[in-house]
């Protein structure tokens, strides 16, 4: 299981709000709250168990840029930046509840942040500048200057939190590094090279979704019928197998036109 991978979909989710995997988790999952919040559930896949394994080194990177503040949680969010995970604790049900309420007209409330937490976190709440213009909260990654998400500083802490025994033993964690990849800057972190044009990594992963569902239709169709034997019998198709939990499988084909001297080849994870 290639955390630093899982981690970079637990990015596209909390960061993809209008793509269609997030709209699908949603509703299966977390349908009153944020992703960033959401909890295991009721018989929860396995692609879900692991989206929810990469979350462990998300939540140790991502935090909230605010604009205007009513997208944040004062007491569940993470959002101020020198606090360990960026976020406070043993606020409960206090009011205020957004960080919007702690700004008036542009500034910060001096008073109503010093009597709601404590003294140095205060001082450092007060310290972060206020946008002059508003807008809209956005979530970033802390470790990176342009703010997106890179996979090898996902590796990085992932690497470092399965030192610390930070994911327990719910799966065998294999870090998978060392593959080359063209460079991208950050602007471009979540574009691929696709089809000899470049695409956003959210479309390539709906298509990966819409071709593993037609994969599924052909294998229950092929179920119906049998492979015929030598001596007249009949033997049932060969069915695809789960991987062993905490594994992924990898299935790959390939082919060759020999016309015009091309070729493809694609991968599934599952």
Same mark, same amino acid.
């Given at each position: ?10 990015? %596209?989710?909390?960061? +993809?709000? @209008?793509?269609?995997?997030y ?14 919040? @959401?909890?295991? +559930? ?20 991502? %935090?909230?840029?605010?604009?205007? &503040? ?13 606090? #360990?995970?960026?976020r !406070? ?13 702690? $700004?008036? &007209? ?20 007060l ?12 979530? $970033? ?5 342009? /703010? ?5 500083? +996902? ?5 470092? !939190?399965?030192?610390? #025994?930070?994911? /327990? ?6 870090? *998978?590094? &060392? ?12 574009d ?13 992963w709906?298509?990966? *979704?819409?071709? @593993? &569902? ?14 015929? %034997? #030598? ?5 049932? @198709?060969?069915?695809w197998?789960?991987?062993?939990m905490?594994?992924?499988? $990898? ?14 080849? +694609?991968?599934?994870?599952?």
């Amino acid at each position: 299981m290639n955390l630093a991978l899982l981690t970079r979909q637990g990015w %596209r989710i909390a960061y +993809g709000e @209008a793509s269609l995997l997030y709209k699908v988790l949603k509703g299966r999952y977390f349908i009153r709250t944020p992703f960033l919040h @959401a909890k295991l +559930g009721l018989n929860p896949s396995f692609g879900w168990r692991s989206i929810l394994e990469g979350r462990k080194v998300l939540l140790k990177g991502i %935090r909230w840029r605010f604009g205007d &503040g009513r997208s944040i949680d004062v007491w569940k969010d993470p959002w101020v930046p020198r606090l #360990g995970n960026f976020r !406070m604790f043993g606020g409960g049900s206090r009011e205020p509840r957004l960080v919007s309420q702690l $700004i008036v &007209g542009g500034q910060w409330d001096t008073q109503n942040v010093v009597e709601v937490v404590a003294e140095e976190v205060a001082h450092d709440i007060l310290a972060m500048p206020l946008i002059r213009v508003p807008a809209r909260d956005k979530l $970033i990654w802390h470790h990176t200057k342009c /703010g997106n998400y890179l996979t090898a500083f +996902g590796y990085k802490c992932a690497k470092e !939190m399965k030192g610390n #025994g930070d994911f /327990g033993g719910w799966a065998r964690v294999e870090l *998978i590094h &060392g593959m080359h990849v063209p460079s991208r800057n950050c602007g471009r972190a979540d574009d691929i090279l696709f089809n000899g044009e470049r695409r956003e990594w959210n479309i390539i992963w709906e298509l990966g *979704i819409r071709l @593993a &569902g037609e994969y599924k239709e052909a294998q229950q169709s092929n179920s119906a019928r049998s492979t015929p %034997r #030598g001596d007249g019998g009949s033997r049932a @198709a060969p069915h695809w197998q789960h991987p062993t939990m905490g594994f992924i499988k $990898i299935n790959v084909n390939a082919s060759y036109k020999k016309e015009n001297n091309s070729g493809a080849s +694609g991968a599934v994870e599952r």
